[in-house]
């Protein structure tokens, strides 16, 4: 068909319109939205408004090796966007100069409802966490001075602080308050579990699904307390100390022998992407993981009292329990493209 010159018009203004609206959309203030029935955030985003520059800015961060104190590591080199913002390579954390750490990095997933980070609670506060891989030794081996330094000397960043914060000039305050806006908003509810519990039209559980939901909430929900799928306490779960690593867990933060060998309870949303399992990665498949607390618990002082009664499950009970847990994989999440690497980094 011949266009006229004055389809071609029409066919112009609208293609502007579809650009302005573009535009107008990207440029409207985030919203951060508390999925229907889950508590209440522990974070305060009314100190750190949360707007589009400022998400965009912690992006930028997160992604940047700028961080550590030769540019070779950045926050994404243990937490992928594809893997829940674990690190499926490798049992333990690999920081600078090949250097191994003696933790498996932690899925970041619905950060604003923790009240407290890393394995061992060693930090209680979102804007404060980066502070413990930027300036470990084995991790990023950097400064907040230096971090500084080299953020203020780069006109992209410069000019990235001041869209977000009407300033230029780059401090912690603003740096932290920056990647809180971002890892504060990796919210992951959209699983098939979360539709069904919505209720949502023509979503169900399978039979199977359906009796390992059971057999969870018997045998699991007392730690993996529903909806963030972990109570954000800390427990001994029976695991043998790795004779390599003598990790104590939260006693190196309290110094109490009460505290001897329990870590944090991790969230079980995306759990097929997470792997490997525990503070030690030392478990690569979830069979594995239903296998230890069947028949692998180790009896100490500090066990946690819901594992002194063995959890005993046929063959057929831990496919039903797989089952389930794999309904809490949100794929919606797991490829969300704001969350991934930004096309625009190396600008």
């Known amino acids: 068909m011949k266009i006229s010159k004055g389809n071609n018009f029409v066919l112009g203004m609208i293609i502007i319109l579809i650009f302005s609206a573009f535009i ?3 440029e409207e203030k985030l919203k951060f939205e508390i999925p229907k029935g ?16 400022g998400f965009e800015l912690g992006r930028e961060l997160f992604y940047d090796p700028i961080l550590s104190s030769d540019s070779s590591i950045s926050c994404s080199s243990c937490h992928l966007s594809y893997t829940s913002f674990a690190h499926t390579d490798h049992r333990l ?13 932690p899925a970041l997933i619905n950060l604003a409802w923790n009240t407290s980070f890393m394995w061992d609670g060693g930090v209680n506060n979102l804007e404060s966490q980066p502070i413990n891989p930027i300036t470990s030794k084995i991790e990023m081996n950097s400064s907040l ?15 990235l602080f001041f869209t977000a914060f009407k300033d230029s000039v780059v401090n912690t305050q603003k740096l932290f308050r920056a990647m809180a806006l971002f890892t504060g908003n990796l919210i992951s509810c959209n699983s098939k579990y979360d539709s069904v519990m919505r209720k949502e039209k023509n979503v ?4 199977a699904e359906a009796k390992g939901y059971i057999l969870f909430k018997k045998n699991c929900s007392s730690c993996h307390t529903e909806p963030l799928f972990t109570n954000g306490l800390f427990e001994n779960n029976g695991l043998g100390m790795d004779t390599a690593l003598k990790d104590l867990g939260r006693m190196r933060i309290t110094s109490l022998s009460k505290d001897s060998l ?10 097929e992407f997470s792997f490997p399992y525990m503070h030690d990665g030392r478990f690569k498949r979830l069979s594995e993981v239903l296998k230890h607390y069947t028949t692998g618990v180790q009896k100490s002082k500090t066990l946690s009292p819901i594992l002194d009664k063995p959890i ?5 009970e831990r496919v039903d329990l797989m089952a389930f847990l794999l309904t809490l994989s949100d794929k919606a999440f797991i490829y969300n493209a704001n969350y991934a690497f930004p096309k625009n980094n190396n600008k």
Do not use: C, M
């Open 24 to 26: 107008l959309t990207k």
């Open 38 to 53: 889950w508590p209440k955030p522990n974070y305060d985003l009314k100190t750190n408004p949360l707007t589009q520059e």
């Open 93 to 105: 954390s690999h920081g600078i100069n090949g250097l191994i750490g003696t933790r498996n990095s």
């Open 145 to 159: 001075t230096d971090v500084v330094k080299k953020l203020n000397a780069s006109a992209k960043y410069r000019k």
């Open 204 to 207: 169900q559980f399978t039979s």
């Open 262 to 271: 329990k870590f944090k309870v991790p969230t079980l949303r995306n759990i």
């Open 312 to 316: 005993v499950l046929t063959s057929d």
